[in-house]
């Protein structure tokens, strides 16, 4: 993609000068940026510009990019392709999107993307400008806004829930009983927990309040696949079991 050149004025003392910032030095400035800096076209989909930095990040060179259509979803790990597919879809929000990208040599990194959509005049999103950066892995420190257990991601901070890059979409109570039950895998859960923290009581009664939600969340979890992610512990509660 070329970049127009750029005209700037420059005071000097008491003198007025005028110089050119060409396109080949607006393209050097922007190479030699840490950040990703990128454009990308969605009808029809490919990269329409990505700087060299992607080089640094990746170990994939522009012109690779370039020629897979495919790419800004070959770079994504695949559990977390859901997000990035939402984004190319309906444009971005204010809060930026942090994701997974599987450098050439098979390691991980994380990435926030800070996105603005592109409309045309028809109000059609045409592209998705953005910055990716690399950033410190969100699933640690003592306050983490997401949790990955297996194919599972849970973005605490947005409410969201994908499940092998499929969002899965839960009640307010069904993603605090998430929550609950991933925060030490393999714990089990006792149904007066999950009474107390879920509705404030410790009243388990025939314990079929708390069954129906667990069935519920299992089914919505495990949709399609063999795998049982929650276990119940007969006469005890229940645990989450990673898989994927």
């Not at 080089?55 to 994504?76: K, Q, S």
């Not at 942090?98 to 450098?103: N, T």
Request: net charge positive.
């Amino acid at each position: 993609m070329r970049a127009p050149p750029v005209r700037q004025r420059v005071r000097g003392h008491g003198a007025r000068s005028e110089r050119t910032f060409a396109a080949g030095d607006l393209r050097q400035l922007i190479d030699r940026a840490p950040d990703v800096v990128f454009r990308y076209g969605v009808r029809p989909p490919s990269f329409e510009f990505v700087s060299g930095a992607v080089t640094r990040l990746t170990g994939y060179e522009p012109e690779e990019l370039y020629a897979d259509p495919a790419a800004a979803l070959t770079l994504v790990h695949h559990d977390d392709r859901g997000v990035v597919q939402e984004m190319l879809g309906g444009g971005s929000g204010e809060v930026p999107t942090v994701v997974r990208w599987v450098r050439k040599d098979g390691t991980v990194a994380w990435v926030e993307q800070r996105n603005t959509a592109v409309y045309n005049q028809a109000g059609e999103l045409v592209a998705v400008e953005g910055i990716a950066r690399e950033v410190g892995d969100p699933t640690l420190g003592s306050m983490p806004h997401v949790r990955v257990l297996g194919d599972i991601r849970i973005d605490l901070d947005r409410g969201r829930l994908l499940v092998a890059g499929r969002e899965v979409h839960l009640t307010p109570s069904e993603f605090r009983l998430m929550i609950l039950l991933t925060a030490q895998p393999g714990r089990t859960i006792t149904r007066e927990t999950i009474m107390g923290v879920l509705w404030n009581s410790s009243h388990v009664g025939a314990g079929r309040t708390c069954e129906v939600h667990v069935s519920k969340l299992r089914r919505k979890i495990d949709r399609g696949s063999e795998a049982r992610r929650i276990e119940t512990i007969r006469g005890k509660g229940y645990r989450f079991i990673p898989t994927g």
